[in-house]
């Protein structure tokens, strides 16, 4: 899953908070074009079923996550649905 | 060489911060906020550790809102021209740099207001004079914490409560303090220092921190690798301040210096150095030196009868190095009485062995013998 960030410092925070007090693991990417009508951004990725965990995280580190994208795979292609 | 213009920039370096650089420049060259490659993200990280460590270092509730500027000078600039407005009243001290001066006197050219808060002979600005001059006009104070010539310490602690008590936002100068002496900002509104004095970074690093709910206009206009389509800057910290490809190399130098400072806990042994030296010139019968004992580590002199750039220059010949003038404070220096004769600067650092300062005040003594 994704969720995208305003900036690379938001995702940063996010990430290290994320593996240092919930233990989630996660990785930064930049955000797809196609999930994107502001250009350039960054999201964070992880395991669906830590969402819950990731938004009580970014609400205590005042990040506001613009959207969540469910990852799938349609044709041998990945596509994102949003939540 | 024996280096005592610390107060300058610090030299030499740790080699935790050299290899960083170099480390840096040669293995991952990637530019901040750039890319989703992983150097681009690891350059990206590092810049957020440098945020954490450096509000480790002096209590910063908020490390997202540390900004990267390219020195003191741009973060003091931004912090008066993205609060300050035609109308608005500053006050600054008369210990202030340039960097605080002549930004004060522009923005009064486009409309402002400023006053001037006088400090006493000893280069110390009272919390009191300073309260005197608040008017509800009044929209920022910008006090120096530690002078650049006299290594005076002010109060920035009972001045923050001032402003808060008034209503007026303060901005402390740490350019001299930040890793020398211990300071707590977590109650301050904003605070600028270098990076390259007593934190160790290179030259060319500048941090301004803003506290949350403090708005202010950025200084630069560009790109910052988020919202690419918007025409306005992002509102978010630090991307509203981090217009145009940021110095990584040396934020990444600069995270190991603020490194340093946490692990070495350099404070004891430079005011040890410091006050060693304040010591051996003081017992010189010519020699003056403005302000009292207790300082951070500039340490400037009057010789009687002497031309200090003639000093310097003899000490340079010497192959010691000391800054002589005015030291871009000509206020600090009229507050000071020093303003016609400029005085020689020694300001040793933490790396500065006591016989470094022995061989120094020897050379000086006889410099003035002669």
Redesign the interface.
């Known amino acids: 899953m994704l969720a995208t960030v305003a900036s690379i410092n938001s995702a940063n925070r996010l990430k290290a908070r994320l593996s240092e007090k919930f233990s989630v693991p996660s990785h930064i990417m930049q955000t797809p074009s196609a999930l994107t009508k502001e250009g350039c951004g960054y999201s964070i990725k992880f395991d669906n079923n830590h969402k819950n965990t990731v938004e009580k995280c970014a609400k205590e580190l005042h990040i506001n996550i613009r959207s969540f994208f469910r990852e799938e795979t349609k044709n041998n292609n990945t596509v994102y649905i949003k939540e | 060489m024996i280096y005592l213009d610390n107060a300058a920039t610090t030299y030499p370096k740790p080699k935790e911060v050299i290899s960083a650089l170099t480390d840096f420049v040669t293995n991952c060259g990637a530019s ?2 750039r ?2 490659y992983k150097s681009a ?1 690891s350059a ?2 590092m ?2 550790e440098c ?2 460590n450096i509000a480790k270092l002096f209590s910063i509730p908020s ?2 809102r540390i900004v990267f500027t390219k020195n003191a000078t741009e973060a003091i600039n931004a912090a008066i021209f993205g609060i300050v407005n035609p109308g608005d009243e500053i006050i600054i001290s008369s210990m202030e740099h340039n960097s605080v001066m002549r930004s004060a006197h522009e923005a009064v050219r486009r409309g402002a207001f400023l006053k001037i808060a006088h400090g006493t002979p000893e280069g110390k600005v009272s919390p009191e004079s300073i309260e005197k001059l608040i008017s509800p006009k009044t929209k920022l104070i910008c006090l120096i914490h530690s002078s650049n010539v006299s290594g005076s310490i002010n109060d920035i602690y009972s001045v923050s409560r001032i402003g808060k008590r008034h209503g007026v936002y303060t901005l402390f100068d740490l350019s001299q303090s930040a890793g020398v002496i211990p300071v707590n900002a977590k109650d301050f509104d904003m605070v600028a220092f270098s990076g390259h004095k007593g934190l160790f970074g290179t030259m060319g690093t500048g941090v301004l921190y803003v506290r949350n709910g403090i708005t202010l206009r950025p200084l630069l206009y560009g790109g ?7 025409a306005s800057m ?1 509102e ?4 509203l301040f981090h217009a145009g490809t940021l110095n990584a190399p040396g934020i990444a130098a600069l995270n190991e210096g603020v490194k340093f400072v946490l692990k070495e806990g350099v404070y004891e042994k430079e005011k040890e150095i410091t006050l060693y030296l304040y010591d051996l010139l003081k017992e010189i019968p010519s020699v003056i030196i403005p302000g009292e004992r207790e300082r951070t580590s500039a340490v400037s002199v009057c010789v009687k009868k002497a031309d200090c750039v003639m000093l310097a220059e003899k000490l340079s010949q010497e192959d010691i190095c000391v800054r002589a003038g005015l030291h871009c404070a000509p206020l600090a220096h009229r507050t000071l009485g020093t303003i016609h004769s400029g005085t020689v600067r020694f300001s040793p650092g933490f790396f500065t062995e006591k016989a470094h300062i022995e061989s120094a005040v020897s050379a000086f003594k006889k410099i003035i013998e002669n």
């Open positions: 901040i906020g890319g989703g993200l990206s990280e810049l957020y945020q954490e490390p997202e910052t690798g988020s919202y690419s389509e918007n992002p978010e910290y630090p991307d």
